[in-house]
């Protein structure tokens, strides 16, 4: 059974916490980091996983 948790993606130059997802813990140990769209920011930056409540 995949065990996914909810994590939090926080944009690396404003620190805003802009999206929500899930990541499979077992096939993925490490952190994620995306390159995502910050809206504060009003371009792409790279995102990494927070602890998410």
């Known amino acids: 059974m995949a065990v996914k948790r ?3 993606l926080e944009c690396t130059v404003c ?3 802009n999206y929500l997802t899930k990541r499979n813990t077992k096939s993925v140990p490490e952190k994620l980091e ?5 809206k ?4 792409v ?3 990494k996983e927070t602890k998410a409540k």
């Open 15 to 17: 620190h805003n916490i």
């Open 34 to 38: 995306l390159k995502k769209y910050c």
């Open 6 to 8: 909810q994590v939090r």
């Open 45 to 47: 930056t790279l995102h």
């Open 40 to 43: 504060k920011c009003r371009k």
